[in-house]
């Protein structure tokens, strides 16, 4: 159970910014092929909102009805996944789109046996550096994030003189 207020968050391009007005309830990840496929990964980390209390600080997501019972919430512009929304008050939110995502911690797992076969030995990879990525070879150029910062901003995004090439 995570009960700190005033949670933050918003897509990868800045468009979309939330806050969360109460307490966040359970946080798990759910292995369905609807999550993996949703959020292009193995599975869909969500917590949960106690009476839909989620605030759009800056734009809306748009949604994708992935069934009958469910509208998934995404930024139109960037594509992050932010919402799984099933009725008025059954909102949950991508951990991984708030400001602070290592302060939200999962205590479940859905839908395990739907899970890639890999799943239970990820953590035993071969670790590797971040600048062996493919993105920082060749050109030399120095990586620009236009990524939005992990807290609300007054203007976004920053004036192209100064942040952008
Ligand atoms: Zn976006």
């Given amino acids: 159970m995570t009960s700190q207020k005033n949670h933050t968050g918003g897509c990868q ?16 990840i759910c292995h369905c092929r ?12 969500l917590v949960s909102v106690k009476d839909g209390g989620i605030e759009w600080t800056r734009g809306e997501p748009d949604h994708f009805a992935s069934s009958n019972f469910v509208r998934r919430g995404f930024c139109k512009n960037c594509g992050t996944p932010l919402t799984f929304e099933h009725g008025a008050d059954g909102v949950e939110i991508a951990i991984g789109a708030f400001d602070q995502p290592d302060t939200i911690i999962p205590t479940s797992q859905l ?10 030995e990820l953590h035993q990879l071969r670790q590797r550096d971040i ?19 992990d807290y609300d901003t007054q203007n976004w995004p920053p004036s192209p003189s100064k942040e952008k090439p």
Avoid: I
Wanted: aromatic fraction near 12%; hydrophobic fraction near 35%; glycine fraction near 14%.
């Fill in 111 to 120: 839908a395990h046996d739907a899970a890639v076969p890999y799943f239970d």
């Fill in 13 to 28: 391009c800045g468009a979309v910014r939330f806050r969360v007005t109460t307490d966040l309830g359970s946080a798990s």
């Fill in 34 to 45: 609807m999550c993996q496929k949703a959020f292009g990964g193995f599975f869909g980390p």
């Fill in 131 to 149: 600048s062996d990525g493919a993105a920082n070879k060749g050109s030399g150029e120095k990586l620009v994030s236009y990524q939005h910062p």
